[in-house]
Nanobody, 126 residues
Framework: QVQLVESGGGLVQAGGSLRLSCAAS????????MGWFRQAPGKEREFVAA????????DYADSVKGRFTISRDNAKNTAYLQMSSLKPEDTAVYYC???????????????????WGQGTQVTVSS
């Protein structure tokens, strides 16, 4: 089992930046990839970005390409989401998710993730 805790959310002006962190604990050696998802009120949870734990391969949703950067610090068991050029449309609860080392490929599918953080609110004002 792996436990995830997000932090770094808050209120930011449009065009600003924010960095989210996701700290993992427990059986971290079982992690293949970490992903970020977001959910706005009345909308479905959607994929944002993912990164493989060992090789650092990345995948981004088209809506955030060029603006968001996902990274990880293996020594700290922490994943990050650096968000720049934020837009009001980015307002959502952001969730960190862990994918176990079962299928050796990055995925955007919610069912492929095995553990989730509690979420952190990101609000972008116009």
């Amino acid at each position: 089992q792996v436990q995830l805790v997000e932090s770094g959310g808050g209120l930011v002006q449009a065009g600003g930046s924010l960095r989210l962190s996701c700290a993992a604990s427990g059986r971290t050696y079982t992690i293949y990839a970490m992903g970020w998802f977001r959910q706005a009120p009345g909308k479905e949870r959607e994929f944002v970005a993912a990164i493989s734990w060992s090789a650092g391969r990345t995948d981004y949703a088209d809506s955030v390409k060029g603006r968001f950067t996902i990274s990880r610090d293996n020594a700290k068991n922490t994943a990050y989401l650096q968000m720049s050029s934020l837009k009001p449309e980015d307002t959502a609860v952001y969730y960190c998710a862990g994918q176990l080392d079962l299928v050796l490929t990055l995925t955007r599918r919610i069912p492929d993730y095995d553990t989730w953080g509690q979420g952190t609110q990101v609000t972008v004002s116009s």
